[in-house]
């Protein structure tokens, strides 16, 4: 499991209780991401102008390959093997 936060702005850093406001300002965001054996799975919780983001990404292992091979197409990217 990898679990990343990051602050724009450390204003409210030290005040938990407005941890909530700092997401929704943007100031605050959480990215964690685990592996089961068939799928990778992110979550995201951020914010902007007062709006907060939830965002869930899966991506199942047996199929990853045909994910990562359309973005190469697409972007011109290729990824690491």
């Known amino acids: 499991m990898i679990d990343r936060i ?3 702005s450390e204003f409210l850093k ?3 209780q407005y941890w909530g406001l700092a997401i929704s300002m943007g100031s605050l965001s959480y990215i964690s991401s685990w ?3 068939n799928s ?3 979550l995201m919780l951020s914010g902007d102008n007062f709006e907060i983001n939830c965002v869930i990404g899966y991506v199942s ?3 990853k390959h045909l994910i990562e091979k359309e973005i190469d197409k697409k972007t011109g ?3 690491n093997k």
């Open 40 to 42: 990778e799975i992110t």
């Open 35 to 37: 592996e089961t054996n």
């Open 6 to 8: 990051r602050w724009e």
């Open 61 to 63: 292992k047996k199929f």
């Open 14 to 16: 030290s005040k938990t």
């Open 77 to 79: 990217m290729t990824f």
